[in-house]
């Protein structure tokens, strides 16, 4: 971690929501479900459909310059993820992405060859996975500890063998928050033949971690989560990319960056997820003035300096719930090892709960979260499912003391 203390007020004035008037007084804690945006973003978007919304890479210089700014996104991205330029493409969404992999995956592997999936993951990483049984692939299932909702990788061990040929898993899940081993989790599906699909979908949003580094062949995040467009990125390294079945044009088969997007890309918001690279490197020159790493040191110092932050917040919001008889924390009780996505299982639904904590200026959100199978493995009634607290490192201590207060007027 750093020593280096993070500037919220520099940080949120990179914000435009909290300079919004409708939003004043609001406290966000529902970024699981989707970030604010930051200005770069919001800036490049707005230049590109006044100045740039043309067919891009022809040679004019509207189109030219769109390219270019496309490019750039994919460059940017991949040097802050410690990847080849080729091995980040653009999707619609996670779930698509995932989707998409899928069918290559079903197109390369032959009936009686598993694959391993996890009880603790967002539908979008398990759902399509476990939809390859219709074709005779088994599906075996990594079950969470049901008092802790923690994945150990000891139980994984015994799920492995010659078979096997892809392990499925979340960085950090969207409902337990407990932030998964993923080098020794790799390391072990590795070992064992496996290739590796990280959903690092909830894991993202507390900072860009370097993927070349983590080891996994396949990294999926939303750039909406991680204060972007409404795009999927996924990571695909090259020896697994160009050994699965080209599921783009026929055309685009020889393009790493091209064959798992069968439609064509959103230019404008790929060309604006240029902007999360100029958010981490304007954030790296404020906090260190006088720093020189690379795309993927800067990545890495922000992300320490953000987590820094998240971690000492969280810890008086799990002190406040810790003693509370009628609140079932899902996941770790302490901060270190767990992102700020805090999830309650209460005596009344959640989705109640979230509009109570309204009228206190504080926006929560209730429900599964698509995370149906983790929460029913944890014995959470799902008919009242959980309430859920998630914030980010743009969150402030105001913010968790409002928070605080709301949740004593309404528990």
């Keep these: 971690m750093t020593d280096i203390t993070l500037d919220p007020d520099w940080v949120r004035a990179q914000f435009p929501a909290f300079a919004e008037p409708t939003l004043q007084g609001q406290a966000f804690f529902e ?30 210089a509207a189109s030219t310059l769109g390219g270019e700014e496309m490019d750039e ?81 000891h139980d994984l061990e015994a799920l492995l063998d010659d078979t096997v040929r892809l392990v499925c898993f979340p960085h950090c899940s969207n409902v337990v928050g407990e932030v998964n081993c993923v080098t020794e989790i790799t390391a072990l599906a590795h070992a064992a033949g496996a290739f590796v699909c990280v959903d690092g979908v909830s894991y993202a949003p507390h900072g860009f971690t370097d993927v070349g580094a983590l080891g996994p062949d396949i990294y999926l995040f939303s750039a ?23 599921q783009g044009h026929d055309f685009n088969g020889d393009s790493l960056y091209k064959r798992f997007t069968p439609a064509g890309p959103d230019h404008a918001q790929v060309a604006a997820c240029a902007g999360m690279a100029d958010y981490v490197d304007s954030f790296y020159a404020h906090h260190v003035p006088d720093g020189t790493a690379d795309a ?24 406040a719930l810790r003693n509370r008889n009628s609140v079932r924390l899902i996941g770790p009780a302490e901060a270190q090892g767990r992102a700020p996505t805090v999830a309650l299982a209460l005596n009344r ?34 008919d009242r499912g959980v309430l859920r607290l998630s914030f980010t490192h743009y969150t402030t201590q105001a913010e968790i003391d409002q928070l605080i207060t709301a949740l004593d007027a309404v528990l």
């Design 31 to 60: 970024n699981a479900g989707g970030s604010y945006t930051c200005k770069p973003v919001i800036d490049r978007l707005f230049r590109f459909y006044t100045q740039r919304k043309v067919q891009p890479y022809a040679p004019y």
């Design 296 to 319: 993927a040191g800067r990545a890495g110092v922000v992300h320490d300096i953000m987590r820094a932050h998240e971690t000492a917040l969280l810890t008086p919001l799990l002190d």
């Design 224 to 246: 909406y989560k991680t204060y972007g467009p409404h795009q999927g990125i996924m990571v695909i390294r090259r020896a697994l990319g160009m050994l699965l079945p080209n």
């Design 73 to 153: 996104a994919r460059t940017r991205l991949s040097a802050m993820l410690g990847v080849d330029t080729d091995e980040v493409s653009f999707g619609p969404s996670t779930t698509q992405n995932t989707y998409v992999l899928a069918q290559a995956f079903g197109q390369m592997m032959q009936p009686g060859e598993a694959i391993i999936v996890t009880n603790q993951d967002h539908e979008a990483n398990s759902g399509p996975w476990r939809r390859l049984a219709d074709r005779g692939i088994e599906v075996r299932e990594w079950k969470v500890n049901p008092q802790t909702g923690h994945l150990d990788p």
């Design 349 to 382: 639904p959640g989705e109640d709960v979230a509009a109570a904590l309204a009228p206190h200026g504080v926006m929560a959100g209730g429900g599964d979260f698509y995370a149906g199978r983790a929460l029913s493995a944890m014995g959470v009634d799902m």
